[in-house]
Each structure stands twice: as C-alpha cells, then as structure tokens.
C-alpha cells in the first residue's frame, strides 16, 4: 500500500519566511502541515546562516520557546527549553545540559536562498 500523500512531498523546495524576519542571533518558530498533522519548526539565524529543528524538547516533545520567537537563553549562546531548561547548541541541535543531556533536537533542512528566503529543502522527519 502507498504511503498517504504529503503535501510537502510535492512542493520542495518551499520557501518558508524571508531572512530577514528572524532576529539576527535569534529564532522564528512555523508551522507546516504535513502528513501527519501541524509540524512546529523552528529556525535560527546566524548572520546569514540558518539552522532548522523541530520545535519539540527531546526530554518531553514540548515546543521549546517561552514567548513567541525567543528561543535564547540570557546570554544569547545557547536554545533554552522553557520547561525545564536544557541549553542546545545553535548549530548542532545537541543538548549541553538538563534532563535530555547528550540526546539532540530533530534537524531539518533549510537553506537561505539568492533571494534571501529561507527554504525547505528535505521532508520532515517523522514524529519521535
Ligand atoms: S521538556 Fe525540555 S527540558 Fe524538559
């Protein structure tokens, strides 16, 4: 039996915001719908680097932010999870520290393209 039609699967590349609508040294959170249901994402932005994850803490599958779009800690180093406080490294996705420590988010695939949209480049993974 074929797998159910993804509405992504027929769209790629698909352009999800313009660069310029994330704070620089922060992140944008987006939904998606796909297959499976509403896909929250988030995307981090380094200058002209972006960095894609699934929206979801490894320790509880929660969304991680505490305020729309603000997904640093103090400091400006580190994801922080809202819930209970685990740090992620911006570029990897990997947990420093808390309840999920050595466990890492879920990447996505976005690039920044000539146009300077930020684009998805791959299918979502599967829920966790
Ligand atoms: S739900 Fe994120 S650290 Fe517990």
Redesign the pocket.
Known sequence: MAAPPSPLRDTLPLRLCRLEEIEDGEGKSLELQDAGGRRELVVLRDGAAVHGYLNA?P??G?PLEMVPDRFMNAAGTHVI?R????LFEPATGYCIS???AGQSLTRIGVVVDSEDWVVLTDRLPPER
């Open positions: 803490c320790h509880l929660v999870c819930t209970h406080g685990a808390g309840p999920c």
